[in-house]
């Protein structure tokens, strides 16, 4: 596997990889809750690859978009959020994540 050059954007909010622009996670989430969201994001992507049925499926693209969305990488920007919305947004997918054992 080759290794591809990522780059920031001068703002901070945006990766390029291979010239396709991607949201950056939020900054400012503490470490460990962006070692939760990332074990989970790790998790749900495995079962996307081995799901056995369409419904399986299904359930682990949801943990994906919801660990992406509490990372910030998906949903409303985080630039344009105030840290109260941001704290509710990596706790609210947290949790929902928690809950369902992924």
């Known amino acids: 596997m ?3 050059e990522v780059e920031h954007t001068d703002d901070g909010r945006w990766l390029v990889v291979d010239g396709r622009r991607w949201r950056a996670a939020d900054p400012s989430l503490p470490d460990d809750v962006r ?3 990332l074990s989970h994001l790790g ?7 081995t ?7 299904r359930a ?8 992406k969305t509490g990372l910030g990488e998906r949903g409303p920007a985080w630039w344009e ?4 919305a941001r704290h509710a947004r990596w706790e609210a ?3 929902a994540l928690d809950a369902t054992g992924g």
């Open 2 to 4: 080759t290794r591809r």
């Open 43 to 49: 998790r749900a992507r495995s079962a996307v690859r």
């Open 81 to 84: 959020q105030d840290d109260e």
């Open 51 to 57: 799901g056995a049925d369409p419904a399986a499926v």
């Open 60 to 67: 682990a693209r949801d943990r994906v978009q919801l660990a």
């Open 93 to 95: 997918a947290l949790a």
């Open 35 to 37: 070692a939760r969201l």
